[in-house]
């Protein structure tokens, strides 16, 4: 997961989702999606970061 709030997309924050709201998402993609075993959460800031998972 990469959630980012952005006003320019040339700068980007990552935004706090609160953590009952992440085990949900969690859940519900491993449990729905039979080839994901794992999520992650990637809360770097753009820059050095880029918005793209790379």
């Known amino acids: 997961l990469r ?5 320019d ?3 980007a924050d990552w935004s706090r989702i ?11 993609i491993t449990n729905e999606v039979a ?3 794992r999520v ?3 809360i ?8 793209e998972w790379e």
């Not at 959630?3 to 006003?7: C, L, M, N, Q, T």
């Not at 770097?44 to 918005?51: A, D, L, R, W």
């Open 18 to 28: 609160p953590y009952d709201v992440l085990e949900k998402v969690s859940t519900r």
């Open 9 to 11: 997309a040339m700068t």
């Open 3 to 7: 959630p980012v709030s952005s006003e």
């Open 40 to 42: 992650v959460l990637d």
């Open 44 to 51: 770097t800031s753009k820059p050095p970061g880029t918005i």
């Open 35 to 37: 080839e994901v075993n």
